[in-house]
């Protein structure tokens, strides 16, 4: 590569020597001729210098550099990588503990449900034990007075016919004899009762 620079600079300044050599009325001192062999070797030590400080100084610098800076990036995306990896495990995770605490607030929902249910049937079936036995309570207080009520009607029913017919005909008449015709009388009509 440095053979190439040199013929490069050799055939540039042939090339140029024509032009120069006009130049030279001009007084430039530059390019005067007699010049040029010392300007040609500061030119070639100049940018020997420059080349040899580009290749082995500059040069390898800048190549470390690249390297350092594309091993860096690789590492950086090496450790994306894993970071993305972790963090989709962690949302996985997170999904999955939602997934579960919504599976047991619908367990527990059920269950409450389910106990709230039970209790409900519980308290209706005491209310309806309850309920029918007050029914049946009352309807044996019923049967009760009506048993007691007829013999009770029959009682009021005799004494009430005593005493009229004693006011009507003024004379006491015997009350068992009343009540006799009284309870014969209510035994027709519970069995017309009956009978219809």
Known sequence: MLKKIIILVFITCFACFNIVFA????????LNPEFWISQ??????TFGILFIVLTKVILPKISDNLETRKSQILENIETADEQ?????????????????????????????REKILEDIN?????????????????????????????????????????????????????????????????KLNKERKDVV
């Open 23 to 30: 130049a030279e009325s001009g007084g430039m001192p530059q």
């Open 84 to 112: 993305k990896k972790e963090s989709q495990k962690k949302i996985d995770e997170y999904e999955k503990i939602i997934l579960d605490s919504k599976i047991k607030a619908k367990n527990y929902f059920n269950e409450a």
């Open 122 to 186: 519980k308290k209706r079936n005491a209310l309806e034990k309850d309920l029918d036995e007050e029914i049946s309570s009352v309807e044996n207080e019923l049967s009760e007075f009506r048993n007691k009520s007829g013999e009770k009607i029959n009682k009021i029913a005799a004494e009430t016919s005593a005493e009229l017919i004693k006011e009507l005909i003024g004379e006491e008449v015997n009350s068992s004899s009343i009540a006799a015709i009284v309870d014969e009388q209510a």
């Open 40 to 45: 040609i070797f500061w030119l070639i030590i």
